[in-house]
Nanobody
Framework: QVQLVESGGGLVQPGGSLRLSCTAS????????TAWYRQSPGKERELVAQ???????NYADSVRGRFTISRDSAKNTWYLQMNSLQPEDTAYYYC?????????WGKGTLVTVSS
């Protein structure tokens, strides 16, 4: 079992930045892929960014160039640096990992972009 805890969400003005963190505990080894998803009211959950164990990254078109996913393996923590935030980025952001053929999810952190 892997437990994931997200943090770093909050209220930010358009054009601002936030850094989300996702810390894994429990059997947090041999994690193949870590990803950030988001979901806003009335919409389906969508992939924002992902990073593999080898460090390969992938981004949704809507965030490419503004968001950066990274990791600190020593801390079992992954980050999502979000710059130039816009109101349409408002959503709950969830961290998920793939380990042992299983998907584990955190409970999410809310990001609100508003003036």
């Amino acid at each position: 079992q892997v437990q994931l805890v997200e943090s770093g969400g909050g209220l930010v003005q358009p054009g601002g930045s936030l850094r989300l963190s996702c810390t894994a505990s429990g059997s947090a080894f041999d994690i193949k892929v870590t990803a950030w998803y988001r979901q806003s009211p009335g919409k389906e959950r969508e992939l924002v960014a992902q990073i593999t164990a080898r460090g390969n990254t992938n981004y949704a078109d809507s965030v490419r160039g503004r968001f950066t996913i990274s990791r600190d393996s020593a801390k079992n923590t992954w980050y999502l640096q979000m710059n130039s935030l816009q109101p349409e980025d408002t959503a709950y952001y969830y961290c998920t990992v793939v380990q042992g053929g299983m998907n584990y999810w955190g409970k999410g952190t809310l990001v609100t972009v508003s003036s």
